[in-house]
C-alpha cells in the first residue's frame, strides 16, 4: 500500500516503514504526527484519486529526528560591473518514519 502526501508545499509517495525528510514540522522528537492532506491512495490495483484530497484518508507517522541539510551555495556575479556576491543556505527538515496508511 501506498500514498501520495502533501506536505510543506511538495508532495510525496510514501509507504509504512518508510523514512521520509520533509519541511520542518513544529514536532517533538518522538511525536506522532497525522499528515492529513492524502492526495492518492493505492492499494495493489485499486488506486483512489482525490479532488483535491482523498476524504477518510490520513497517514501516521513518527518524528525520529530534526535537522538541518546540505549547504548550497549561492554566487551572484554581473559581468564588467566589479559585483560579485557569495552566500550560502542550510534548509531545516524533519525525518518522519511512516507507520500506517488509514483508509
Known amino acids: 500500500m501506498y500514498a501520495v ?14 523514512k521520509l525528510k520533509v519541511e520542518q514540522i513544529p514536532a517533538d522528537v518522538g511525536a506522532e504526527v497525522i499528515l492529513d ?3 492518492m491512495v493505492g492499494d495493489g490495483e485499486a488506486v483512489r484519486v482525490g479532488q483535491p484530497t482523498v476524504s477518510g484518508a490520513t497517514v501516521k507517522a ?15 556575479m554581473r ?3 566589479h559585483y560579485q556576491k557569495h552566500q550560502g543556505h542550510r534548509q531545516n527538515f524533519t525525518e518522519l518514519r511512516i507507520e500506517a ?3
Open 5 to 18: 502526501v502533501k506536505t510543506g508545499g511538495k508532495q510525496y509517495k510514501v509507504a509504512p516503514g518508510e
Open 62 to 76: 513518527t518524528v525520529v529526528a530534526h535537522g538541518r541539510g546540505e549547504k548550497i551555495r549561492i554566487f551572484k
Open 79 to 81: 559581468r564588467r560591473k
Open 101 to 103: 496508511i488509514v483508509g
Open 37 to 39: 492532506q492524502v492526495l
